[in-house]
């Protein structure tokens, strides 16, 4: 019986995935009962390493090794002149595989208004802080065009107006109400190739 519940609560585990119901999650626990010593020993192992060295980045929210460090704003060998800014982690992964941006990301963990998120609770004031130091040209932002990620892009857009930074938001091809990590490449290209310029303070 113990056997059973340790399944059963796995079964749980995996059913509250994104995408994934108790269907699938019995499916996937089934396969690694197949394959245990392929998929559930290594699984383990990994899983056990990322809970002890990943975390989230404090300055730019991106995950960080405590191994290495967070290559996104802290060892990056390449000094950009952009930070593009996200919603969350998805957003900058859907972007990063399109191959269409280069530069810093800004990972502000979700949007003002969304699951009862405060502006305090983003990682706007870090934004500002890097533009300064690292002198930032341009802050490109990639929040959804839903109510929520327009507020929060009007909130960071006033939060930067002392600043001398470029600000600019992604343009053709962003539909109304689409979110960023759902976006094929190609919208996505469209949209940066022809992003539209909000406001520049280098006058």
């Not at 998929?39 to 730019?60: D, E, G, M």
């Not at 060892?75 to 269409?100: G, L, M």
């Not at 327009?150 to 992604?170: C, D, G, H, M």
């Amino acid at each position: 019986m113990q056997n059973i519940n340790e399944i059963e609560e796995l079964i749980k585990l995996i059913s509250k995935l994104p995408g994934l119901g108790p269907k699938s999650a019995k499916r996937i626990v089934l396969k690694l009962m197949n394959d245990r010593d392929q998929l559930i020993k290594p699984l383990a192992s990994v899983l056990a390493q990322i809970y002890k060295n990943v975390s989230r980045c404090k300055n730019c929210g991106s995950l960080k090794s405590t191994l290495v460090g967070c290559d996104n704003c802290e060892n990056s060998k390449k000094k950009f002149d952009k930070i593009c800014v996200v919603e969350d982690i998805a957003d900058q992964w859907s972007i990063e595989s399109s191959n269409i941006y280069q530069g810093y990301f800004h990972i502000l963990g979700g949007t003002i208004s969304s699951a009862g998120n405060r502006k305090e609770d983003l990682l706007i004031d870090s934004l500002v802080e890097r533009v300064e130091k690292d002198k930032i040209e341009e802050v490109i932002l990639a929040t959804s065009a839903t109510i929520e990620g327009q507020t929060t892009a009007y909130y960071i857009q006033e939060s930067l107006k002392n600043s001398k930074v470029k600000i600019t938001k992604l343009a053709q091809g962003l539909p109304v109400g689409g979110e960023i990590e759902n976006l094929d490449d190609g919208t996505l290209i469209s949209a940066f190739k022809n992003r539209s310029n909000l406001i520049s303070n280098s006058d």
